[in-house]
């Protein structure tokens, strides 16, 4: 149980290109989702929180605008990551707690989309 | 921010042999969770621990929950080539909002047959 379904799973794109990632949870209705980025050899750093139903909880540092998060149903969020640079490129990972759970309850994690901008 | 320090970075071992990696804090974590990665897929859960002093297994895989809540311990016993991956501990910080979970940097483990 717990299944994370992240689409797609890579994506090649020109700078430029507007890019939507979807995280869906599979087997669980998730109230929270969470958006993280990594980087080579780095550790998974929180970019967002999404809530179903309202607006995002961005980390410090992270554009809003840049990467717009819709959190339209307890099964689905998505990360648009908008007007992508090559800076941009990185390895995008979104997680679920399921509904109802403590905070301090484990998240599941998606596989991840490795984006990479020409 | 709060950050968790893990350790080893990285482990070259044989097959067959013990590892083990902790994760240390300086402040009072009340859940310690550890994942696996392996290249190219996002964590996996391995085990949560969620009381000072617990010790729970998971097949191979060790974990415990220091006394002073501040530090974790993952052992994984007899080593197989599988068990290849990175490592992370994890927390829930409350200082942001929902519990948001704080990552170690991980232990790379690489396991030679």
């Known amino acids: 149980g717990a299944v994370v379904s992240q689409h797609p799973s890579r994506v090649i794109c020109k700078s430029g290109t507007s890019v939507k990632i979807e995280c869906r949870s599979l087997?669980?209705?998730?109230?929270?989702m969470f958006w993280y980025r990594q980087f080579p050899k780095q550790s998974l750093m929180l970019m967002a929180t999404?809530?179903?139903?309202?607006?995002?909880?961005?980390e410090q540092g992270v554009e809003k605008d840049k990467f717009l998060i819709n959190h339209a149903s307890l099964t689905l969020s998505t990360l648009t990551v908008t007007s992508a640079h090559p800076e941009d490129s990185s390895f995008y990972i979104c997680?679920?707690?399921?509904?109802?759970?403590?905070?301090?309850?484990?998240?599941?994690f998606g596989d991840g989309t490795r984006l990479s901008i020409l | 921010g709060q950050q968790l320090n893990q350790s080893p970075q990285s482990m070259f071992i044989q097959e067959g042999e013990d590892v083990s990696m902790n994760c240390t804090s300086s402040?009072?974590?009340?859940?310690w969770l550890w994942y696996k990665q392996e290249p190219g897929e996002g964590p996996v859960l391995l085990i949560a621990?969620?009381?000072?002093?617990e010790l729970t297994s998971n097949g191979r895989l060790t974990a415990q929950f220091g006394i002073t809540r501040k530090d974790s311990f993952l052992n994984i016993s007899a080593s197989i080539p599988s068990d290849v991956g990175i490592y992370f501990c994890?927390?829930?910080?409350?200082?942001?909002?929902?519990?948001?979970?704080?990552f170690g940097k991980g232990t790379k483990l690489s396991v030679k047959p």
């Open positions: 994890a927390g829930p910080w409350y200082g942001g909002s929902q519990g948001n979970l704080i």
């Open positions: 999404s809530n179903e139903g309202s607006k995002a909880t961005y």
């Open positions: 997680s679920a707690r399921v509904q109802g759970s403590l905070s301090n309850q484990p998240q599941h």
């Open positions: 402040s009072i974590f009340n859940t």
């Open positions: 087997d669980f209705q998730a109230t929270t």
């Open positions: 621990l969620y009381k000072a002093g």
